[in-house]
């Protein structure tokens, strides 16, 4: 079925972008943290 064909690249595309955003996300929070450790 072509359409689920594409309904599951659609969700393999979201979870990798969400994936990414997460580690976007973690690594923002990270540098944060060691700022204020730098600042303390």
Known sequence: NPF???E???VKLTKNLSQ???RL???????KFV???KRV
């Open 4 to 6: 689920e064909e594409r």
């Open 25 to 31: 996300n973690s690594i923002k929070i990270l540098m």
């Open 35 to 37: 700022k204020r450790k």
């Open 8 to 10: 599951n690249r659609k």
């Open 20 to 22: 990414k955003m997460g």
